[in-house]
């Protein structure tokens, strides 16, 4: 079993560029997440998706956008990048039927905006 | 977030040794996860504690949920190199039942 897999596992990109993270999980869980990690900062949420067809802001929203078209996909764009937005960027997901359940993560992307 | 403080920030331990770690929450806990991670890859899953007094163990690594402190404890027993990452606690503060906060983590070094 895949789990998670991200893409790409690493990308430079320039200032201005839009890029999209992508994230697919085979689990068939139906909440998914993206977190950036800094050094210093911890993981912070940026976007969450509870079931396929709905979305919400994390603790980091802002230059970042989310679609869950399905329950699988839930991919993460960067509309016009800026280099604060260097990081490394997890997606998760977890069976969130009612009880404390874990989340999985997937192995990450690392992106660097100049 | 400071809504999650884990302590010490970071932690130099000689092989065999036995060591604890701290993640302490300014609310209410209504789940408590414990993952490690190893520099560059993604996190993986130790254990979830949901009530207080719970207490969990597997292979060396015992963690503990103290409600009334709002805070858990993760201790590793006689620890080895391969025990060497981040350990990051995430917990449910919202009672939301699916986002969690995390905190900065502790980054934990075991010498041979």
């Known amino acids: 079993t895949a789990g998670i897999t991200q893409a790409p596992t690493s990308q430079i990109l320039a200032a201005g560029r839009s890029m999209t993270l992508r994230c697919t999980q085979d689990?068939?869980?139906?909440?998914m997440y993206w977190y950036r990690q800094d050094l210093g900062l911890g993981l912070r949420l940026i976007h969450y998706?509870?079931?396929?067809?709905?979305?919400g802001k994390g603790e980091v929203p802002d230059g970042y956008s989310v679609s869950r078209a399905n329950t699988d996909d839930f991919p993460l764009t960067l509309a016009s990048a800026v280099p604060s937005q260097t990081s490394v960027y997890f997606c998760?997901?977890?069976?969130?039927?009612?009880?404390?359940?874990?989340?999985?993560f997937g192995p990450g992307t690392r992106l660097t905006v100049l | 977030s400071q809504e999650l403080e884990q302590s010490p920030q970071s932690l130099i331990v000689q092989e065999g040794k036995n060591l604890t770690i701290n993640c302490t929450s300014s609310?209410?806990?209504?789940?408590l996860y414990w993952y490690k991670q190893k520099y560059g890859e993604g996190l993986i899953f130790l254990m979830m504690?949901?009530?207080?007094?719970e207490e969990k163990s597997h292979e060396k690594i015992t963690a503990k949920l103290d409600e009334k402190k709002q805070q858990s404890s993760l201790h590793i027993t006689a620890s080895q190199p391969s025990h060497a990452g981040i350990y990051l606690c995430?917990?449910?503060?919202?009672?939301?039942?699916?986002?969690?906060?995390f905190g900065k983590g502790i980054t934990l070094s075991v010498r041979p």
């Open positions: 998760a997901s977890s069976d969130v039927t009612g009880g404390f359940v874990e989340q999985f």
């Open positions: 689990m068939r869980h139906n909440a």
């Open positions: 998706s509870n079931t396929a067809g709905t979305t």
């Open positions: 609310k209410t806990l209504y789940g």
């Open positions: 504690l949901q009530k207080g007094g």
């Open positions: 995430g917990a449910d503060i919202e009672g939301a039942n699916s986002k969690l906060t």
